[in-house]
C-alpha cells in the first residue's frame, strides 16, 4: 500500500513508520516537526514538512498515489488544550477534518487515528474501561480527541471510508519527548541516566496502563486491514502505580537513587486502565512487551542518546 503517516517524525509515527517499511509498504510522511525530529524518520519514507491544516495535502496524496492515511499528528498536550482550546481544536478537530475530506476526495481506502483512552474516558466508573465505557473527557483535548472519532464514525457512514481510531493507553519507549508534560517514563529515564532524583507527582498510587510502542506500532499494521472498522482500546488492562513504574525503572537502571515526591498535578487522573479485549477477540492483537522489557529497551535508547 502506499500509506501516508502525518506526525510520522514524532514518537509514536516514527515506530508506524518503521513498522510500515518493514511490511513492504511505501510510506511518505507529512509532518510540521513542531515536536518531531527528523533523526528518528527512516530514511526509506519520502518526507513532507507540512502542517496538517495546509490544503496542500491534497496534492500530496493525489502525487504519491495514497491509499491509506495513518494520521498521528496532534497538538498532544492536555495542559496547552486547557489554556488554549481553540489552538487544541483547530489541529485535533479541523485539521483531521480536513484530512477526512481530502481522503474522501481523492477516495482513500483506510484511515486509521490515534485516539486516546486515557482523556476520553476520564475518572473511569469501571476498571478496566471498555470501548462503550461512558466518555467523560476532562479537557478540550479528550473532547477534541472524542469529536475527531465522531467525524471518523460520520464519514465512515456517509461516504464508505474504512475508518479506525485506536485509543491508546499511556504509551512509552524509544523516541518519546521527556521535556512534555506526559511520559513520565520518558522523563523519569532522562533524570536517571542524568544521575538525577525522579520526581513522583504526589503520593505516587495514581495508576496508569503502559503500553509499550512496538505493540502500539503492531497495532496500526493490524489496523490497515479494510475489515477493521470502528473504535478499540489498545492497552494491557494492567494497573501500573506510578511508585512502582519508579521502583521497576530503578532497578532496570541500576542507579542507587531514590524516588522524591512533589506536589501533585491539578487535575491528574486517580486510576487509569483499559480493555483491549474487543480488539483480541477482533484482530488477534494483544500487547507482548512485559512493562519491564519495554523499560530495558527505553532506559538503553536514553543511555545511547546521552552518550
Ligand atoms: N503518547 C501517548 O501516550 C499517547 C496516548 C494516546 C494518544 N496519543 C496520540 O498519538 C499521536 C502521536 O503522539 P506522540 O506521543 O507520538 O506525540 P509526538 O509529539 O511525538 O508526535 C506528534 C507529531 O506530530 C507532529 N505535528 C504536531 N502538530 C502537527 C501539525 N499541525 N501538522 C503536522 N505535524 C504536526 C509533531 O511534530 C510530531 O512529530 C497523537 O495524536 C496523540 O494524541 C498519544
Not at 511505501?26 to 510540521?32: E, F, Q
Not at 467523560?136 to 465512515?156: C, D, Q, R, T, V
Not at 504509551?171 to 532524583?197: M, S, T
Amino acid at each position: 500500500m502506499n500509506i501516508l503517516v502525518t506526525g510520522g517524525a514524532g514518537f509514536i509515527g516514527s515506530h508506524i513508520v518503521n513498522t510500515y517499511i518493514e511490511a513492504g509498504h511505501s510510506v511518505s510522511v507529512i509532518d510540521n516537526l513542531s515536536s518531531g525530529r527528523l533523526q528518528f524518520l527512516n530514511p526509506k519514507a519520502k518526507f513532507y514538512d507540512m502542517d496538517i491544516l495546509d490544503p496542500k495535502i491534497t496534492e500530496v496524496l493525489k502525487s504519491e498515489k495514497i491509499n491509506a492515511i495513518n494520521h498521528h499528528a496532534a497538538q498532544i498536550s492536555v495542559s496547552e488544550s486547557l489554556t488554549n482550546p481553540l489552538l487544541d481544536a483547530n489541529s485535533n478537530i479541523i485539521g483531521t477534518l480536513q484530512l477526512l475530506q481530502s481522503a474522501v476526495s481523492l477516495e482513500v481506502e483506510k484511515f486509521i487515528f490515534a485516539s486516546t483512552g486515557g482523556a476520553i474516558y476520564g475518572e473511569q466508573i469501571y476498571f478496566p474501561a471498555s470501548e462503550d465505557h461512558p466518555c467523560l473527557p476532562l479537557s478540550p483535548y479528550g473532547i477534541s480527541k472524542l469529536s475527531a472519532e465522531n467525524y471518523l464514525s460520520f464519514f465512515s457512514k456517509q461516504f464508505g471510508l474504512s475508518t479506525t481510531a485506536l485509543r491508546y493507553s499511556n504509551v512509552f519507549g524509544p523516541h518519546q519527548n521527556p521535556q512534555g508534560e506526559a511520559g513520565v517514563v520518558a522523563i523519569f529515564c532522562e533524570r536517571l541516566v542524568k544521575d538525577k532524583v525522579p520526581i513522583i507527582c504526589g503520593n505516587g498510587e495514581q495508576t496508569r496502563d503502559f503500553i509499550s510502542v512496538r505493540d502500539v506500532a503492531q497495532a496500526n499494521l493490524i489496523a490497515l486491514d479494510h475489515t477493521c472498522t470502528g473504535t478499540f482500546n489498545v492497552a494491557t488492562g494492567e494497573e501500573t502505580s506510578i511508585n512502582s513504574l519508579a521502583e521497576c525503572l530503578l532497578r532496570v537502571s541500576s542507579k542507587k537513587i531514590v524516588a522524591n515526591h512533589g506536589s501533585s498535578r491539578q487535575g491528574d487522573q486517580r486510576r487509569s486502565v483499559i480493555d483491549y479485549k474487543k480488539f483480541h477477540e477482533g484482530f488477534g492483537w494483544q500487547p507482548e512487551v512485559s512493562l519491564e522489557q519495554g523499560l530495558v529497551e527505553t532506559y538503553s535508547f536514553f543511555q545511547n542518546q546521552t552518550t
